[in-house]
């Protein structure tokens, strides 16, 4: 199994395991917490009911005023800074739900500019993220060759501490301020920091919603709008240093098997070519009656001969030199009866090393009467360019040919 499927895997098991372990912890921590606020509600409620005389839908529909007017205590939420608001939390996934569109143009319009807002919001978090953690590099170099040190490249390890100490100071400074404006304590405004910042943004706790806030503080909402795009940047550069880097181990891992896959085909191409150059091509010879030998020919085209001055042409199979033993004693003993030993040596290295040949090799000095070939021949392929003007090779494979050579 692939190292990319196994990590893949592995993921999916933590992951499930970890939010089993999640829920269990969740439940210990708040399930009865829960159920005693939630007799208490029930309690209230039955009290007002009793005390006022009033029917249960009308406690309803009270209820609905007061969850519905909740939003408008901290002034106009769909003018341009309120709205402008409403547009960081989409774009930077927060999604506190405060103030939600009731229009289904004000819904539309929330889809589409999510769809492009939230990757060009991704984007340009990470490379804010990226130029931080180059700052953050060049000012430890800096620092380290003013302290002479050996070493003065910045590690994986020391971007890290420098992105977790921005990172902490961020959330530490916007609790103070969070703290004091809103009236929090400053545990929950860490918290309320912490859950925006990881665009978690449960809504429970959202600032800018008390005593108009968004229409009378404006130094307040333009902190706050600050406060948010920056400690999402410092957040995207530690993501950058934590989380990318085990998201593109699969791309590296992919790219180092299409590598090793490229790697074996080449080399397999490489020794497939020096076979290939190393294999000789023997079968499918012509043997024209000028003394020419052309190699390769496969014998279902002649019309390239018609024009030639050769009278007759044989096409012979790789087979005919099968009997070495035989076809050297016999030249020998024509070598021996013929005093042309320079002659009989020529036909010899055309019969016996046909394959170190050239693909044209010229014979004019060997000569040979197709009259006189020898009856041992299994099959002869004979063609009179002369006799006809479409000549046609009638067979091939030669198992034995013989020459009788003619002194000249």
Known sequence: MKKQNVRTISL??????????????????????????????QAVEKMIIKKYNITEEDFKVMETVVLKSEPHKAGQQWKFTGAFYYATTVLTTIGYGHSTPSTIGGKLFTMCYAIVGIPLGLVMFQSI?????????????????????????????????????LSSLTIAGGAAAFSKFEGWSYFDSVYYCFITLTTIGFGDMVALQKDNALNNKPEYVMFALIFILFGLAIVAASLNLLVLRF????????????????????????????????????????????????????????????????????????????????????????????????????????CHTRHLLPEVVPMQDLSYETHSLNHRLDCVDVVDTRSSSQPQLLKRNVSLLSFQFRNI
């Open 12 to 41: 999916i098991v933590c992951t499930f395991t970890y939010l089993l372990v999640g829920a269990a912890v969740f439940d210990a921590l708040e399930s009865e917490t829960e159920k005693r606020r939630c007799e208490a509600l």
């Open 129 to 165: 993220g990226e130029r931080v953690n180059r700052l953050s590099s060049f000012v430890i170099q800096a620092v380290r060759k003013s302290l002479h040190c050996k070493r003065t490249a910045a590690s994986e390890v020391d971007l890290i501490c420098v992105v977790t100490t």
């Open 247 to 350: 998201v593109t181990m699969n791309t590296e891992d992919e790219r180092r098997d299409e590598a090793q896959a490229m790697q074996f085909m080449t080399k397999s191409n490489f020794w497939t070519n020096e076979a290939l150059q190393g294999t000789v091509k023997l079968e499918g010879d012509v043997i024209t009656a000028n003394g020419s030998i052309l190699s390769g020919y496969e014998g279902h085209d002649v019309q390239s001969f018609t024009g030639s001055n050769a009278s007759t042409m044989c096409s012979c199979h790789c087979a005919c030199f099968s009997a070495n033993r035989h076809k050297k004693s016999s030249l020998r003993s024509s070598i021996e009866d013929n005093e042309q030993p320079e002659k009989v040596s020529r036909s010899s290295t055309v």
